[in-house]
């Protein structure tokens, strides 16, 4: 049975299966791009609880959502499965990675930058608007500001991926966008500040990749094919077969599809390439013994600064730091060092009303005492006890103060780890084993979360807390990086300097599995500006084919 040939088949649909669809179609390629998420156009974003209970993905357990959290025993990550990858739920933070932070990579800064500038004219980063009404008032960005001035760190407002408004020098929260047509045919709006980036735009205030990217390489002509989870990968003569299990179809039973390519292109992010090759080390005998290095969390770590005060009329009171009202990251307070691990970058965060919600509902015992006395008086109305009708003292305390959770301030803070993680495919009992100690970290993270305690401690804070797995000596990341790291020979990278596999010609990697280190800020810039910069070989190897 004859099955489907392209010149080229991308695995993957983030940062950098994106730009490698658009730019190897641009030149005449024949492309088809696999991605094992579904769609997600702006307004199917999962918000109500039943929707959230299904926004996870475990095919085996007939789970196709957004979602998809791995747990190691000591490192947490989170990535997304949808067409545009990560781009659905990051915080939309489009940094360059710092030039003098290339130290130990085998490419340099200005190696990037004509790529970084490419992707740009297409992302579109924009800084927020803080000088303007109603942006403005993003309390959480002017604490960021104030905490970072206490402890002695140079604040600035952060790149975005976000459209705010047609006009950008008075962009207006929620107007009709003015933006070329997308796959999804639909309309986009400006940001409305509802802080619910991390869990998809319903509004299409996002730039993200289906948007753009994956939008002209669809006019161009590329195949996207979603629902389509790669399984299995096998070099053959002149090129390689890509299986994969199509999720598509109601049926219960699998439905597998081969394709063929003379070209291949793996941009399933760093766990996903990375156990994807793993899985299938049998059929790669030559790859380099670098496979599964490297491995990184971008030194992502989670903290809050719970019950901000400030001072007002000389008395201390709990500042309103509105966690939840404007995009989760508007700027970055970074510190620069000689010192490596010394290098971080601590940024506002934010709370969706979704979950403040959620966090007041786990006040259990106040949840029944509220309750307890607006029934109360409720009652006591009802049969005349007590005469006076206006119930809405009792109902308005019944909802709850929320003090707790408004005046709280999340951070994240991220920077130069050890990159020093390993990951193992177990043959005994056939899963993938992860090891990323904190241990060797720890100069890093000490220095971090010190500063981030010092922060807290400007803002009047009454309880500095990490995120819950710290407690259990395990690190958590939104950002996992490395895996098929780029080296200058076979014994330091699994990919060369442009992002070809050692050992397999046409073969090539191009996602943040490629890293050979921490990235320092947001990874998402530098990976689409890597893979831009692999694009170019790419077409220069199919044009001499």
Same mark, same amino acid.
């Given at each position: ?95 360059? +990675? /710092? &030039?003098?932070?290339?130290? @130990?990579? !085998?490419? #340099?800064?200005?190696? $990037? ?6 992707? %740009? ?23 960021? +500001? /104030? &905490?970072?001035?206490?402890? @002695?760190? !140079?604040? #600035?407002?952060?790149? $975005? ?6 006009? %950008? ?30 869990? @998809? ?109 400030e001072t007002v009329d000389g008395k201390l009171k709990k500042r309103n730091v509105k966690p939840y009202f404007g995009p989760v990251i508007t700027g970055a307070a970074r510190n620069t060092s000689d010192d490596k691990q010394a290098r971080f970058y601590i940024e506002d965060w934010s709370y969706t ?152 010609p046409n073969m090539f990697i191009a996602d943040g599995s490629v890293m050979p280190g921490a990235i320092g800020p947001n990874p998402s810039l530098t990976i689409a500006a890597v893979a831009d910069r692999f694009s170019e070989r790419v077409i220069e ?5």
């Amino acid at each position: 049975m004859a099955i489907d040939s392209f010149d080229v088949i991308i695995v993957g649909s983030g940062f950098g299966g994106s730009v490698m669809a658009y730019n190897l179609a641009s030149a005449g390629m024949k492309v088809c791009l696999l991605e094992r998420g579904k769609a997600y156009p702006p307004g199917s974003f999962p918000r109500s609880p039943d929707q959230m209970k299904n926004a996870f993905w475990q095919p085996d357990k007939e789970l196709f959502g957004l979602y998809d959290f791995w747990s190691f025993k000591d490192s947490d990550a989170i990535t997304s499965s949808g067409l545009g990858g990560g781009s659905l739920i990051y915080a939309n933070v489009l940094l360059r +990675k /710092d &030039a003098q932070w290339f130290d @130990g990579w !085998p490419v #340099e800064y200005c190696d $990037l930058i004509p790529h970084y500038e490419r992707v %740009e004219k297409v992302l579109k980063p924009t800084k927020y608007p803080f000088d303007k009404t109603p942006y403005d008032q993003t309390v959480k960005t002017a604490v960021l +500001k /104030d &905490a970072a001035t206490n402890v @002695g760190l !140079p604040f #600035e407002l952060v790149p $975005l991926a976000i459209t705010f408004g047609n006009d %950008e020098e008075n962009p207006v929260p929620g107007e009709q966008l003015n933006t070329p047509p997308n796959l999804h045919g639909v309309n986009r709006y400006g940001c409305r500040l509802c802080g619910e980036c991390y869990m @998809g735009c319903n509004f299409g205030s996002k730039n993200t990749l289906d948007l753009n990217y994956l939008t002209m390489a669809k006019e161009l002509g590329v195949e996207i094919r979603t629902l389509a989870e790669v399984s299995q990968l096998q070099p053959i003569d002149g090129g390689y077969v890509v299986t994969y299990t199509s999720h598509v179809s109601k049926s219960t039973e699998a439905v597998s599809i081969a394709l063929s390519s003379k070209f291949l292109v793996l941009a399933a992010g760093s766990l996903g390439t990375t156990s994807l090759l793993l899985n299938n080390q049998q059929w790669f005998p030559n790859i380099s013994k670098a496979l599964g290095t490297k491995l990184s969390g971008n030194g992502d770590l989670l903290t809050v600064a719970i019950g901000c005060q400030e001072t007002v009329d000389g008395k201390l009171k709990k500042r309103n730091v509105k966690p939840y009202f404007g995009p989760v990251i508007t700027g970055a307070a970074r510190n620069t060092s000689d010192d490596k691990q010394a290098r971080f970058y601590i940024e506002d965060w934010s709370y969706t009303t979704i979950i403040i919600w959620l966090l007041e509902t786990l006040n259990a015992n106040g949840l029944k005492l509220r309750w307890f006395k607006m029934f109360t008086a409720y009652i006591r109305s009802l049969f005349g006890v007590h005469r006076n009708v206006d119930l809405s003292a009792h109902v308005s305390e019944f909802l709850g103060v929320a003090d707790g959770c408004v005046s709280s301030f999340p951070m994240v803070g991220m920077g130069m780890d050890e990159s020093d993680g390993v990951m193992a495919y177990d043959p005994k009992t056939k899963s993938l084993n992860l090891r990323m100690p904190r241990k060797t970290s720890e100069k890093f993270f000490d220095g971090v979360r010190a500063k981030m305690k010092l922060m807290s401690e400007s803002l009047n804070a009454g309880l500095f807390l990490d995120y819950p797995s710290w407690y259990l000596s395990k690190t958590v990341t939104v950002h996992p990086l490395g895996g098929c790291p780029m080296g200058a020979t076979w014994e330091s990278g699994v990919v060369d300097t442009h992002g070809e596999v050692y050992n397999y010609p046409n073969m090539f990697i191009a996602d943040g599995s490629v890293m050979p280190g921490a990235i320092g800020p947001n990874p998402s810039l530098t990976i689409a500006a890597v893979a831009d910069r692999f694009s170019e070989r790419v077409i220069e190897n199919w044009r001499k084919a």
